[in-house]
């Protein structure tokens, strides 16, 4: 067994590391009270290779895997979990799945976009009332001859407003159960019928722009149809399994963030003539976090590295997820406590990674859905897949 990191990940872990602190961080304050979100450092990280990972070279991408991207989204999210946001919305979650099910034309048109960061992406599943019951969507799409026109809506959906290209799952076939639902690759601001509004009203993620969208009638060509009608759920559980591993990425990321402030305030704060990390109801704190983080980072490497290996890797990935997002709301929720009411202060990041945290335990898969899945395979009653 091989924990080590190669030359080549080390250089891509700091390259990130440095776009964190460089780009990101002297104006990420005034950015989050604003709720701004800014394209061109998304076609700046594209620029860098940050979306190019596990994508085939003739479609622009890098020959890196799922470990390099698990590793650049990691160092960005301990910095700002909002930017960890593009990692599924171009690479994991649209660019792999049409690699995946897609013809060659639709790859060759969609792919190096998302990848290079120059089109926004998307994928659209979630409804008012569909949540982890992805098969009780309403959302329809009715066979037109030359065209498919969806009707219903999406909500909670990154980047749907400022989108340009994505992934839309609806029904076709509402008889059929799961195996009537189709996936769509759409393009908002060019397909009649489609409008979307952003979702202002969030706790935490201010930098990442959520939306809603609202379909009536959008005309959607016979050729944009991913797969075949009636994949649909497939792809969308399959995509969920690559998504899953950004958002444990992310959830690392913020664990470490809010571990490396509690460490830092805990070595200059001073009460009773000492740093209060010499106290040792602080360092039962710290250690906690400390043990916390790292088992989460050798989970979410190894899922991974099952990744970049063909390898079954649904269980682990769920548990990577689940075991990530877990430890950041512990870590930002001790941070919190360690920085006192400087913690409870918008002026200091404490608070942030707090709001952050709380979102890692509801996307791509809540934490009661992790355990659904993990007891699931646990037990048997379902197998691991790829």
Not at 165 to 170: F, H, I, Q, S, T
Not at 174 to 199: D, H, L, Q, V, Y
Not at 291 to 308: F, G, S, T
Request: with cysteine; glycine share 10%; aromatic share 10%.
């Amino acid at each position: 067994m091989h924990f080590g990191l190669t030359e080549e990940q080390l250089l891509i872990q700091d390259t990130a590391r440095r776009f964190a602190a460089e780009d990101i961080a002297p104006t990420l304050e005034q950015e989050e009270r604003a709720h701004e979100f800014r394209a061109d450092r998304v076609a700046r990280m594209g620029g860098l290779g940050f979306f190019s990972c596990a994508v085939p070279e003739e479609y622009g991408g890098s020959g890196m895997g799922f470990l390099e991207s698990v590793l650049m989204a990691e160092q960005i999210a301990k910095v700002s979990a909002s930017w960890r946001l593009p990692f599924n919305m171009q690479n994991l979650g649209p660019s792999l799945t049409v690699c995946r099910f897609g013809m060659p034309a639709q790859k060759q048109k969609y792919v190096p976009g998302w990848v290079a960061g120059t089109q926004l992406g998307f994928f659209a599943m979630t409804e008012p009332n569909t949540g982890s019951d992805v098969a009780s969507m309403r959302s329809y799409a009715l066979d037109q001859g030359d065209h498919w026109e969806v009707h219903g809506g999406k909500i909670w959906i990154s980047q749907a407003h400022v989108g340009d290209a994505g992934l839309l799952y609806a029904y076709t076939d509402r008889a059929a159960g799961n195996k009537g639902i189709t996936a769509f690759i759409i393009e908002p601001k060019n397909m009649p019928g489609c409008s979307a509004r952003p979702i202002e009203t969030k706790l935490g993620l201010r930098c990442a722009p959520t939306g809603e969208f609202t379909f009536d009638g959008m005309r959607v060509p016979k050729e944009n149809v991913l797969g075949k009608p009636g994949d649909g759920f497939r792809i969308c559980m399959w995509q969920l399994n690559q998504t899953r591993l950004g958002c444990a990425a992310g959830a690392l990321g913020v664990a470490g963030g809010a571990l490396d402030l509690a460490i830092r305030y805990a070595n200059e704060r001073t009460q009773f003539g000492k740093p209060i990390g010499q106290h040792q109801m602080i360092q039962a704190q710290i250690a906690e976090l400390a043990v916390e983080h790292q088992a989460a980072q050798m989970l979410v490497y190894r899922a991974a590295w099952l990744k970049d290996q063909h390898q079954p890797n649904q269980y682990e990935t769920s548990v990577a997820k689940y075991a990530a997002a877990e430890a950041a709301v512990h870590a930002a929720n001790e941070c919190m406590k360690i920085y006192g009411s400087y913690g409870f202060s918008t002026e200091y990041p404490a608070e942030r990674f707090y709001r952050d945290a709380k979102s890692l335990q509801v996307v791509e898969g809540t934490s009661n859905i992790q355990k659904v899945i993990i007891a699931g395979m646990a037990l048997g009653h379902t197998p691991n897949r790829e």
